[in-house]
């Protein structure tokens, strides 16, 4: 069964210290991969889509990368306004249909 | 605002009453999704529009939800008896079917769930 699991479940940061949250999968037939920030009770905002291995986006202060296993979403230099939970999804299988599997996030926060 | 839109953000309801939400997609996006998401989860596949026609629902989709997009529009899901285990964020979200837009989906805002 396809799966998508992504850790760690929580990271606290300070600002300017610089990590990577992952995002591992199993699924039959990687159609794309895609990173989701959400904000509390706001719905899932874009950040990237990644569709093949050695594949790497850059937007600001946010860098996601694939494998065939895996993605990473490095942040350098976070902020504050960085903190919120950042959701990986995957796209997978034949068809019409391209819903997302999704992972349980990781919430992150940055302190001042 | 050209992005999608649900309504109404937030819903209170008592155990046993019908609820309907709708959802606004971003213009000339084919493609529907519903999604529902409990706290500390990621989002829930539900079901799936190609335009007006409802091509998959989740086996977590039970009798009592259902959802219509009559005129390739918008959409509403309508959850009948609802129980307290319903209590969740319903989001839909919306995407193009071209190869350019490359299959991404834009979420609306939620519409927020809550059983007595």
């Known amino acids: 069964e396809d799966q998508v699991t992504q850790s760690p479940e929580a990271l606290r940061l300070q600002e300017g210290e610089s990590s990577s949250l992952n995002c591992s999968y199993t699924v039959s037939g990687l159609r794309g991969l895609f990173w989701y920030r959400q904000d509390p009770g706001k719905g899932p905002e874009f950040l990237f889509t990644l569709y093949s291995a050695g594949e790497e986006k850059e937007k600001e202060r946010l860098k996601a990368t694939l494998t065939k296993k895996e993605s990473f979403l490095h942040i350098t230099a976070p902020k504050p306004e960085d903190s919120a939970t950042y959701l990986c999804?995957?796209?997978?299988?034949?068809?019409?249909?391209?819903?997302?599997?999704w992972g349980l996030g990781t919430s992150l926060a940055v302190n001042p | 605002d050209t992005g999608v839109s649900q309504n109404p953000r937030h819903k209170i309801t008592k155990r046993g009453q019908n609820v309907t939400f709708r959802c606004d997609p971003i213009s000339e996006h084919n493609r529907l999704y519903w999604y529902r998401q409990t706290l500390g989860q990621g989002p829930e596949f539900l079901t799936y529009f190609q335009n007006e026609a409802q091509l998959e629902k989740s086996r977590l989709l039970s009798d009592r939800f259902s959802a219509e997009r009559p005129k390739g529009s918008f959409s509403t899901l309508e959850i009948q008896r609802t129980e307290q285990g319903d209590s969740a964020m319903y989001l839909c979200?919306?995407?193009?079917?071209?190869?350019?837009?490359?299959?991404?989906?834009?979420f609306g805002a939620g519409t927020r769930l809550s059983v007595l």
């Open positions: 999804a995957v796209q997978a299988g034949a068809g019409n249909n391209r819903k997302l599997i």
């Open positions: 979200a919306s995407s193009a079917d071209r190869v350019l837009a490359k299959n991404i989906q834009y």
